[in-house]
């Protein structure tokens, strides 16, 4: 059987033994699209769809004419050969760059699969790469969050674990733990021949390793809210000014906003970028007892999305039934206690602890981002690159 690794893996995890074809660009019409072969027989594929191709001269890009089953051209396109182990595989690998017309690239990748390459399972070129050395597990996981990162914190640690800061923290610790096992063994093993391990020197490498793997476990919530983002529920009871603050931060009126109690029934959702972090922010049904099944549910939801949020925004209008602001939330997640509507009390200074704000007048939503982004960032900025994802 065809070894296809240098870590001793067997063809059948690294897939080795056959040359795989597939698209590397999304699937649809495009301006480019790139087809890619990895395998023992891209050399041979090549010479069949690409045959002005040089292997020998690896990792330059030329123009070539690529050729159907029948040998007819089906296009022009750059074409550049990756020679093993230089490629993002391990393996002989080549790319073609064609005009995306999908059905164009789909004729170029029956023109492979003419000439002896087969459909890639999803995720198997990166699948390779780990068999054959190229990249380790958590650089691969690393490969996947780059891909789907659509803020600044979520591409910025991409990156520094693809550049292998965590791999090297766990390489560190895996050999703290053979260390201590070793001396766990030592003191087994050599006790009848007078051979002793100092229980204090076994007990210090254990509280050692213990920190190294607890400073570790200490940074997945912040790669978790990260990769997740922040989620923040605007909490309050009915005609606070919920959907217009929801409106305000998404930016755009996604929420109905009425006078009439009860308007928001269901959950709304939006996804802002704060400070480089995702924040998810949702608009629940205003709180009371009162209303029918329908409001009632909306009630049920929101005190559930609340429970689950990673941080409530607690709003209370000045002009609400019952003025006074109700007492700190004494359990649950961090709140953000606003007294919303500040322009029918001008002047008026709040509770202690309480944000005054008006979207009307705009006083104080840049404040109440600034308190909404220190709680993003928190944790976050400080981590550096080893973030446990």
Not at 45 to 52: D, L, M, W, Y
Not at 96 to 120: D, K, M, N, Q, Y
Not at 144 to 153: G, H, I, K
Not at 264 to 273: K, N, P, S, Y
Request: charged share 25%; glycine share 10%; aromatic share 4%.
């Amino acid at each position: 059987m065809v070894k296809a690794s240098s870590r001793g893996l067997s063809s059948d995890l690294a897939g080795g033994a056959d040359t795989i074809v597939a698209r590397a660009t999304p699937a649809g019409r495009g301006a480019l699209g790139v087809i890619r072969v990895s395998g023992p027989s891209a050399r041979l594929v090549a010479g069949k769809v690409c045959p002005g191709l040089d292997f020998s001269t690896g990792w330059k890009a030329s123009l070539e004419v690529l050729s159907g089953a029948d040998g007819e051209p089906i296009e022009r396109g750059i074409a550049i050969a990756f020679p093993a182990p230089r490629s993002y595989t391990g393996e002989d690998l080549f790319e073609a760059t064609v005009h995306g017309s999908p059905f164009l690239l789909e004729r170029v990748i029956e023109s492979c699969l003419a000439a002896g390459a087969r459909r890639a399972r999803a995720g198997e070129f990166t699948r390779r790469a780990v068999a054959n050395g190229k990249l380790d597990l958590v650089q691969a996981e690393a490969i996947r969050d780059l891909v789907a990162s659509e803020t600044a914190a979520q591409h910025r640690n991409a990156r520094l674990q693809m550049e292998g800061l965590l791999s090297v923290d766990f390489r560190a610790l895996r050999d703290e733990l053979v260390r201590l096992s070793g001396l766990f063994e030592a003191s087994l093993d050599f006790e009848a021949q007078t051979v002793e391990v100092a229980e204090d020197e076994i007990v210090e490498q254990r509280g050692f390793c213990l920190s190294r793997i607890d400073g570790l476990l200490k940074t997945a919530a912040a790669g978790e809210r990260i990769r997740d983002g922040l989620r923040v529920v605007i909490l309050g009871p009915p005609n606070a000014g919920k959907s217009t603050l929801f409106n305000h931060l998404c930016g755009n009126d996604r929420a109905i906003v009425s006078r009439h109690p009860g308007t928001t029934r269901d959950i709304l959702e939006a996804e802002l970028e704060i400070d480089g972090v995702r924040v998810v922010v949702q608009d629940t049904a205003g709180l009371r007892t009162t209303g029918d099944e329908v409001e009632a549910e909306g009630h049920r939801r929101a005190q559930g999305a609340a429970s689950a949020a990673d941080l409530v925004i607690n709003l209370w209008a000045y002009d609400s039934p019952t003025e006074a602001a109700p007492g700190t939330r004494a359990e649950g997640p961090p709140a953000i206690d606003v007294r919303s509507k500040a322009d029918t009390r001008p002047g008026v200074v709040p509770e202690e602890g309480w944000l005054r704000l008006s979207c009307t007048s705009g006083e104080g939503l840049e404040a109440l981002r600034s308190r909404i982004a220190a709680v993003a960032t928190s944790g976050v900025a400080d981590l550096g690159g080893a973030v446990a994802i």
